[in-house]
T-cell receptor, first 108, second 115 residues
Framework: EIVLTQSPATLSLSPGESATLSCRAS??????LAWYQKKVGQAPRLLIS???NRAIGIPARFSGSGSGTDFTLTITSLEPEDSAVYYC??????????FGGGTTVEIK | VQLVESGGGLVQPGGSLRLSCAAS????????MHWVRQAPGKGLEWVAG?????????PDSVKGRFTISRENVKRYLYLQMDSLRVGDTAVYYC???FGGGLDPWGQGTLVTVSS
């Protein structure tokens, strides 16, 4: 089973700052990684597919990078609405999916 | 493109429940579909996936207890949950697999397993 480890668990930042979220896979998953945003009471929203492709309607402030075992989600110019939990998901052994444990982004 | 879940509720341990997901706005038969859950205070957990041709897949945590199915003509996805446990308490989401990720997701339906 492929395990995804996300770090840090929590990020507390001010508006306008940048957030760097990490997702590490227990084995190589090439670029088969997606990122989601989850707000309380809402359904998850796809942000990034295939490690670096921004989903339709997602602001350019969100970007993804990485391949193999190490991946990064970067959010620049943080806004209060970016407060959420962010999850990575591997699709290497599709259709079996695995999610990381999540990173909580708090906007001060 | 819209997905709407229904069928959640309160059930006793050992009981059964069937969730439904109505799809609209896209050619349902062209897509693989999934169920994902989130237990209270926990992260996202994939619980079942089904290819457009009907092959189904499960993680070990629900294999043998949950059954995913679909009716392509009616544009419905289902999750039959048997032998439910307290640990199955969660919000259950259906989601479309477009190949690079899951999008969109339904609004979720709450399943509570308690005596």
């Amino acid at each position: 089973e492929i395990v995804l480890t996300q770090s840090p668990a929590t990020l507390s930042l001010s508006p306008g700052e940048s957030a760097t979220l990490s997702c590490r896979a227990s084995q190589s998953i090439a670029s088969y990684l997606a990122w989601y945003q989850k707000k309380v009471g809402q359904a998850p929203r796809l942000l990034i597919s295939d490690a670096s492709n921004r989903a339709i309607g997602i602001p350019a402030r969100f970007s993804g990078s990485g391949s193999g075992t190490d991946f990064t989600l970067t959010i620049t110019s943080l806004e209060p609405e970016d407060s959420a939990v962010y999850y990575c998901q591997q699709r290497s052994n599709w259709p079996r999916n695995t999610f990381g444990g999540g990173t909580t982004v708090e906007i001060k | 493109v819209q997905l709407v879940e229904s069928g959640g509720g309160l059930v006793q341990p050992g009981g059964s429940l069937r969730l439904s997901c109505a799809a609209s706005g896209f050619t349902f038969v062209d897509y693989d579909m999934h169920w994902v859950r989130q237990a209270p205070g926990k992260g996202l957990e994939w619980v079942a996936g089904i290819e457009n041709a009907g092959d189904a897949y499960y993680p070990d945590s629900v294999k043998g207890r949950f059954t995913i199915s679909r009716e392509n003509v009616k544009r419905y996805l289902y999750l039959q949950m048997d032998s439910l446990r307290v640990g199955d308490t969660a919000v259950y989401y259906c989601a479309r697999d477009f190949g690079g990720g899951l999008d969109p997701w339904g609004q979720g339906t709450l399943v509570t397993v308690s005596s």
